[in-house]
């Protein structure tokens, strides 16, 4: 996927469902943890960049960071296996990976998430592409990834009925975005501009991690319980250069 060769993959119940169900639980019970506006219901731990300038998102990161690491704080947490192996297969080809930072301040290394839209969609169809040209993070390494490709990173730590991922065949061009008025923010896409394009749905469970190109439009759907809700521990992957990977939120 970082090289544009495959457009996403899915590895089934890699987190163990104890490890699910206590980073579940410990992300309800966080203090610090936020509810999203309007323009996707829900609640969230930790920083994201979306519609920021670079201070403000580092600024956030470095305030978030100790309430999302004791989340995290556990023998063997998922995320930093996850980082270690794609490390360890990087390092082969002579690609360092590491955290996008700026200014000598890191990124966030992940984001916890609950999307609670209860609309046609949870979290109304987007690509994560345009965000990544936002003229305040100019300044900021990661909008070089926008010159390759966009990989979105998922653990899905609880989900109930619904709740799949929404993936159209259609990656967004410059033009498109600009006529829509989405140039900075990839969101949200009329419905009826996707009208007709191929969509294929993944069916979301405990314990799988999945990764795919985020310069496709994709949505959530919501889930049909009110009892359950879908929370993920999420990350964005790309080259900046031809030896390096970052990852940020």
């Known amino acids: ?25 410990r992300f309800w019970a966080s203090p610090a943890r936020r509810a999203r506006g309007t323009d996707a219901p829900g609640y969230y731990l930790g920083a994201y960049h979306y519609h920021k300038t670079t201070e403000d998102y580092l600024a956030e990161t470095a305030e978030f960071r100790g309430a999302l ?35 000598g301040r890191e990124a966030s290394r992940a984001i916890m998430r609950s999307w609670h839209g209860q609309s046609e969609y949870a979290l109304a169809p987007h690509e994560d592409l345009g965000q990544c040209t936002e003229p305040k993070q100019a300044d900021f ?18 989900n109930g009925a619904g709740g799949r ?4 065949n259609i990656r967004p061009d410059e033009a498109s975005r600009h006529r829509l ?42 889930e049909t319980s009110v009892e ?13 250069d031809e030896n390096t990977v970052v990852s940020w939120t």
């Open 1 to 25: 996927m970082l090289r544009g060769r495959v457009a996403g993959v899915v590895f089934r119940g890699v987190v163990p469902a104890r490890t699910c169900a206590l980073l579940a639980e």
């Open 181 to 222: 008025g989405l140039h900075y923010t990839g969101s949200p896409y009329p419905l009826d501009s996707l009208a007709g394009i191929e969509v294929a749905w993944l069916e979301v469970h405990p314990g799988d991690v999945y990764l795919f190109n985020g310069a496709h439009v994709h949505a959530v759907e919501p």
């Open 69 to 103: 690491d004791a989340v995290l704080d556990m023998p063997d947490d998922p995320l930093t296996r996850l980082n270690q192996g794609l490390s360890e297969a990087l390092a082969a080809e002579g690609v360092q990976f590491r955290l996008a930072s700026h200014g």
């Open 228 to 240: 359950t809700r879908r929370i993920t521990l999420s990350g964005i992957l790309g080259f900046i």
């Open 141 to 158: 390494e990661i909008q070089r990834a926008a010159e390759h490709q966009i990989v979105a990173l998922n653990m899905c730590l609880d």
């Open 165 to 168: 991922l929404a993936v159209w």
